[in-house]
């Protein structure tokens, strides 16, 4: 693939497939200036409860006036696509769908009927919101009430309560409490409780007539809501107490909503939003502006250009049929200008760019037949980003090792250093003498066995080595010590080549009396080590190359723009880096941590340590940015700079990679559940918010942003995901694991009244600062953070709420 996409001639390709692509956009837009939409018929439904949903499925017929006869297969997915969104923006803005719904145009005949796939996934709590609504706009209905205490009076004369407790019940001010859902098979349980106030006085009741006067109003409530349609017949109301001295009215309401009924209401809403001429108008203007939409980002299409596709790290992991699936991000960049696109132009220049790629990539024999090439995001600047995913079963594996191999040994210079090998191997041995002549004149691979254990690929091939040695004159225990001899000095040579890996196995099985032949069988695995390997060499590779270090010189001195460092760092320069220590973490982790120095003329003496935090922050996103769009960095990686020498400019930095998912032991998971429960408990507290709105305050005094901090209220904290790893480790005498340092990762949001949408790019940034080091204050004034811990603030949106990480470092 990198071979493939680094050549011009692929990117060339490429441009031509998008071209060809806005062409049919373009045609197709034309034919959908005009359409209408003169009917939608819904067919049938089904629905069924997943874990955390209940999913909706139908179908639909669109009639519209298109004429797709003359369409290429190209046009006609332009114009589902078009369609499709046309009818999902309309039953979204109605309220109907709700935003992960799917509306799918599965097909558009030539008389224009398009058939259409809806899914509608109803989470629990929106069918108990729904239940709740229902049941509080019926319980205040007065004409309700009245049917209740209506009920309550005529259903006291079967029983044993005194008419007079009951005669003259009036229940009102319904009021509904705590709500949960259950999820079953074939319906949602939904549970709530609720009070009323009332005028009973049951004190001088017994406990028997007590029970009878609450069941009788349990039922009165029950059956007032069943016949106001609100609950089903197997809906249960229970009157759990009535206050003696209040008359309040405690109940529970128990219902189950059936999947079907949650399908008839889907259905029944989306067919009273699509009847009716002026909602097919709606619809039919829709896929209108979609027809402009696509006319225009096809005209921006027709010219662009590919200049550069760079493929990321790759991803392997081997699934139950035995084939392994790798992954890999790639960055493809183009001329096109998507600062200037609508959403819906942005949606229509991926699928085209996503077309292209993949159609150029598989006509070049790139990746299979069946790959899934999907465009994840079109940047501003016309950056692309990609993700590819390709299915390889092992024997392609295999294919790709044996012919390494078979390349290496099919080489004259390999069999004459395969030769001197065994020359030097057998020189002080029992067999010098019979193998001091030895020479190796051809190598010859046969069948090949690929076997899937665990997450690696073991491959086992044989071969013919052609040799002079006569054996016939060899002992047993010579002829075994020869084969010995020459597995070595096979194995020896293709490892120094680099053909197969350290801990592959080589043996000779045989060496024929006869014709000298040696029966050869080479064993290679496949594992995460290679993985870990490949990452640390490419990160080496990749900063020993000048032009890297350019690249992270600039990238450096665009990082420092407008910041308090723009100074000292607008002229720095790197001459060099130098790979350290690479470390493979023990048996619970797989991470790889690589160290090293790069040489600056960076003087950093003069600045202040604030100033010092941020020259470390901008090298460190330099350096990342630098090695991700080289493609030997995952998303997930961490550059981290360690030391700035304020003599000689020396950067020290630490690259962190996580090959595969750790397994994290019990004592890990005890020292994050301890620390979090502490620093949820903190930042639940109104004091600390208190206490964190008045650092903000302090913060933004005289600064720019004091019009905008200065009246800040932080109402509440939500805790999100946490994540562990070990910082360091080290091996104590007994062979037990010595967690010394652990580092914890956690994600939180602060809601606050923050308005940032009249904040300049700067402002907000320096907002973000300002929110960090307040956080970061305030929990060390309460003794929860240690030193060496660390708050981002990720995003502030418009909403007011503040998204932040913390890494908090134990020892």
């Known amino acids: 693939l990198e071979a493939a996409v680094t050549n011009p001639a692929t990117l060339q390709a490429i441009e031509e497939e998008i071209k060809n692509e806005s062409l049919d956009a373009t045609a197709a837009a034309g034919y959908l200036a005009d359409v209408s939409i003169t009917d939608i018929t819904l067919g049938d439904s089904t629905v069924k409860n997943t874990e955390d949903a209940t999913q909706v499925t139908t179908s639909a017929t669109v009639a519209t006036s298109l004429d797709t006869s003359n369409l290429s297969q190209e046009q006609i997915d332009i114009a589902e696509k078009a369609i499709g969104s046309a009818i999902t923006s309309n039953l979204q803005s109605a309220g109907v769908l709700p935003d992960d719904a799917s509306v799918e145009v599965n097909s558009i005949n030539p008389a224009g009927q398009a058939e259409v796939g809806i899914i509608v996934n109803v989470d629990p709590e929106t069918i108990a919101d729904s239940i709740v609504g229902a049941l509080l706009a019926a319980l205040g209905n007065q004409g309700v009430q009245g049917t209740i205490n209506n009920a309550i009076i005529q259903g006291a004369d079967d029983t044993s309560v005194p008419n007079d407790a009951l005669s003259a019940a009036t229940i009102s001010d319904f009021e509904i409490g705590d709500t949960t859902t259950e999820m079953g098979e074939d319906a949602t349980q939904v549970s709530t409780s609720g009070t009323a106030n009332s005028n009973l006085d049951l004190s001088n009741l017994n406990d028997a007539q007590k029970a009878e006067a609450q069941e009788v109003i349990s039922n009165s409530i029950e059956s007032a809501l069943e016949s106001a349609g609100v609950l089903p017949q197997e809906a249960e109301v229970t009157v759990t107490d009535i206050d003696e001295q209040t008359g309040e009215v405690s109940y529970d309401i128990e219902v189950a909503i059936e999947s079907d009924m949650v399908a008839d209401s889907v259905v029944g809403a989306i067919s009273a939003a699509t009847s009716g001429s002026d909602a097919l108008e709606e619809i039919s203007a829709g896929i209108r502006q979609e027809s402009t939409d696509t006319t225009s980002v096809a005209q921006q299409l027709s010219t662009t250009t590919v200049t550069d596709f760079s493929v990321g790290e790759a991803t392997v992991t081997n699934n139950e049929d035995g084939a392994t699936q790798v992954n890999t991000q790639a960055t493809v960049a183009t001329n096109l200008n998507a600062a200037t696109l609508s959403d819906s132009q942005l949606e229509t220049a991926e699928s085209v760019v996503e077309a292209s790629i993949g159609n150029a990539l598989e006509s070049s024999g790139v990746i299979p037949q069946g790959s899934s ?60 003498e019979n193998l001091g002549n030895a020479e190796v004149t051809s190598f010859n691979l046969g069948d090949t066995e690929v076997e899937t254990v665990g997450d690696s690929t073991q491959i086992t091939t044989t071969g013919t080595v052609a040799t002079n040695i006569d054996a016939s004159k060899l002992s047993d225990s010579e002829t075994g010590y020869a084969e010995e001899v020459v597995a070595t000095s096979i194995s020896n040579t293709l490892q120094s080549a680099g053909v197969i890996p350290q801990d592959a196995t080589v043996n000779v099985t045989s060496i024929d009396e006869a014709t000298g032949e040696a029966q050869v069988e080479i064993g290679v695995n496949i594992d995460n080590e290679l993985v870990a390997e490949s990452v640390v060499n490419s990160i080496d590779n990749t900063l020993s190359d000048t032009q890297t270090l350019n690249d992270i010189s600039n990238e450096i001195n665009q ?52 100033q010092k935090d941020e020259v470390e922050t901008v090298i460190e996103n330099s350096i990342e940015q630098a090695l991700e769009s080289e493609g030997v960095l995952p998303d997930d990686a961490k550059v981290t700079v360690t030391n700035i020498d304020d003599e000689t400019g020396e950067v020290s930095y630490e690259i962190n990679i996580n090959v595969v998912d750790s397994e994290i032991g019990s004592e890990l998971e005890a020292i994050a559940s301890a620390i979090m429960a502490e620093i949820e408990s903190i930042l639940s507290n109104a004091a600390t918010l208190k206490a964190l709105e008045g650092e903000v ?29 070990v910082a360091e480790g080290s091996t104590i005498p007994r062979g037990r694991r010595a967690l010394s340092t652990v580092l914890l990762t956690t994600s939180g949001v602060l809601n606050t009244n923050i308005d940032p949408s009249k904040l300049s790019y700067k402002q907000k940034a320096e907002a973000s600062d300002m929110i960090e080091d307040s956080i970061s204050k305030t929990l060390e004034s309460k003794d929860v953070l240690p030193s060496g811990s660390k708050v981002t603030v990720t995003d502030l949106n418009n909403k007011g709420e503040v998204f932040f990480t913390m890494e908090v470092v134990v020892g």
Do not use: C, H, M, Y
Request: overall charge negative; charged content about 25%.
């Open 373 to 432: 090439v999907n465009v994840t995001n079109i940047g501003d600047n016309g950056e692309v980003s990609v993700d590819i995913e390709v299915d390889i079963d092992p024997e392609t594996i295999a294919t790709s090792v044996v012919s390494a191999i078979d390349n290496a040994v099919s080489d004259s210079e390999t069999l004459d250093s395969i030769t001197d090998a065994i020359k030097d191997e057998s020189s002080s041995s029992q067999v010098a």
């Open 559 to 610: 990082e420092a723009k407008g910041t308090s460092v723009e100074e000292p760092l607008s002229a720095v320069s790197i001459n060099e880096s130098t790979p350290g220590e690479t470390i493979v973490r023990p048996a619970e982790s797989t991470d790889v941590v690589s160290s090293g120095t790069i040489e600056t003329n960076l003087d950093t003496s003069g600045l202040s340590a604030e």
């Open 697 to 725: 305050k302090k913060k933004s005094k005289g600064t720019s942003l004091e019009p905008t901090l200065s009246g800040i209220n932080i109402d509440s904290f939500e805790l999100g995901d946490t994540s562990l790893s």
